[in-house]
């Protein structure tokens, strides 16, 4: 007996196997709360229109996000005839790769992270930006005329808006004067840098609505005009993949958000006794509320036409990042004890 | 070279791609495997409603979307410049920030010309 326990306490100090277990429970951990959030954005939009939402399978509905997932395994994958096959598939693989990526650097509770890069930030913002080449790709690759118009329409969208969103994240550097999203987290915020931050969280908010590619910026996909968008031919496990990668990147820019402005796992308002409670619950809670909001814009706004997007992005967000990070890099010379 | 305690920290990177990579692949591989597989002329043709597409999918498309990502790539080296600068600017002080000032400045005017012009117009 002792030897066997001997013999995994041996196995465990081994410490890229230990690397391997806690990468296997972030991946499937994410993968839960992914088809979770399936089911509480079918719930929370149900309730604001006075409906019930999936009631039937199992209590509440709860196996629901199972059910769903069954039901795609099991449907034909059609691959159309003039479609680069290769591509096709590659296509919604490399945006599922790229969307579990970004959580290596992700500090869930304080020295909870898989990766503690030093460039933490560097690290999320380019894997995030590469999920424009899989939309490009899948768009491409279909050979359809709405596939290809939805693919440019969402990677013009999707480089506009991580224009400012790169932007915003300098003002978050410039404040705490470190690219670790660990000691950003940390780094202490006078009320000056909140009140200069305040406005950035409300951009950013817009901006990874439209990073996602979600309502009220859900053109891509727009029903109504395009039929779906680069998804148009894609269906069965490529169409899931496809589904998967959205949502974790949808949790992913709420984690993003938490961990810039919201003080990642820390109490919230800096009320010490809150910190009898495990960091990894508030940074739960906090990601949470901001998932919530993404489903609120969902339910609550129309969706907006390609030309004001455009205009949004280039002509409001960025001007105004731009001039913030000036203003922001003037305020830490003035207050932050430059030399 | 490069500090292996350094790489190292990259590790869990590498693992995490090859899991997702693997996650991707067997869902792929599995449902080609199980599901069935009909392919016919009709259920493989483009997407459109009811007749065949009257022209090539992959045809001419807006200039503007070149525009956008021209402009894009200006912005996100910018950007790339601003992170060390921003990371650094507690040391170098108010020689640092005007120098930043002056190179902002630039790439204002170069935005203005491209907005005066008519490159950001979406009708």
């Known amino acids: 007996m002792d030897a066997v326990v001997e013999f995994f306490a041996w196995l465990w ?6 690397v391997v277990v806690w990468t296997l429970v972030v991946t499937i951990g994410v993968l839960l709360a992914v088809a979770y959030l399936t089911y509480a954005e079918r719930k929370v939009m149900s309730a604001m229109q006075r409906r019930q939402g999936p009631m039937t399978v199992g209590p509440f509905g709860l196996l629901q996000p ?32 790229l969307a579990l990526a970004a959580w290596a650097a992700i500090p869930f509770d304080k020295g909870w992270v898989l990766a503690n890069l030093n460039v933490g930030v560097l690290y999320v913002l380019a894997i995030s930006s590469m999920a424009v080449y899989g939309v490009v790709i899948a768009g491409w690759a279909s050979g359809s005329r709405y596939a290809f118009l939805g693919g440019l329409r969402s990677a013009a969208q999707m480089v ?80 899931a993949l496809f589904f998967l990668a959205e949502y974790a990147n949808m949790i992913l ?24 409670v495990p960091g990894i619950f508030w940074f739960v809670a906090k990601t949470a509320a901001i998932l919530f909001f993404f ?20 002509k409001v967000f960025l001007p105004f990042t731009l001039v913030w990070v000036v203003v922001t890099a003037g305020a830490v010379l003035a207050f932050g004890g430059g030399v | ?20 990579g693997g996650m991707a692949v067997w869902m792929i591989g599995f449902s080609l495997v199980l599901a069935p597989h009909r392919p016919d002329p009709a259920k493989t043709s483009a997407y459109e409603c009811g007749f065949p597409a009257f022209e090539g999918t992959r045809g001419r498309f807006d200039v503007r979307f070149y525009l956008v990502t021209l402009l894009f790539i200006l912005f996100d080296l910018e950007i790339a410049f601003l992170f060390p600068w921003a990371v650094a600017l507690r040391d170098i002080g108010a020689f640092g920030f005007w120098s930043m000032a002056v190179f902002l400045a630039v790439l ?3 935005f203005a010309y491209e907005w005066a012009r008519g490159a ?4």
């Open chain 1, 13 to 18: 100090a081994f410490w890229p196997l230990r």
């Open chain 1, 66 to 97: 199972v059910a769903d997932g069954v039901k795609l395994f099991a449907k034909e994958m059609v691959i159309p005839a003039q479609a680069d096959k290769t591509l096709f598939l590659l296509a919604p693989m490399g945006l599922f790769v």
């Open chain 1, 160 to 239: 506009s808006y991580e224009v400012s969103m790169g932007l915003i994240i300098v003002c978050v550097v410039l404040c705490t004067g470190s690219l670790n999203l660990t000691e950003i987290v940390e780094a202490p915020r006078p009320a000056w840098m909140q009140l200069l931050l305040f406005p950035m969280l409300v951009v950013f908010l817009i901006s990874i609505l439209a990073e996602t590619n979600r309502a009220p910026f859900d053109l891509p996909e727009g029903e109504s005009e395009i039929t779906g968008g680069f998804m148009v031919e894609y269906g069965s496990m490529a169409f």
């Open chain 1, 253 to 276: 820019m709420s984690a993003m958000t938490t961990t810039l402005f919201l003080g990642g796992w820390l109490p919230p308002f800096g009320i010490g006794a809150l910190a009898v």
């Open chain 1, 295 to 314: 489903i609120w814009a969902r339910a609550s706004l129309p969706r907006f036409r390609y030309d004001q997007l455009m205009r949004l992005g280039w």
């Open chain 2, 1 to 20: 070279m490069a500090d292996p305690a350094l790489l190292a920290t990259y590790l869990p990177v590498l693992i995490l791609l090859l899991i997702a």
């Open chain 2, 108 to 110: 204002t005017i170069g």
């Open chain 2, 120 to 123: 950001l117009e979406w009708e």
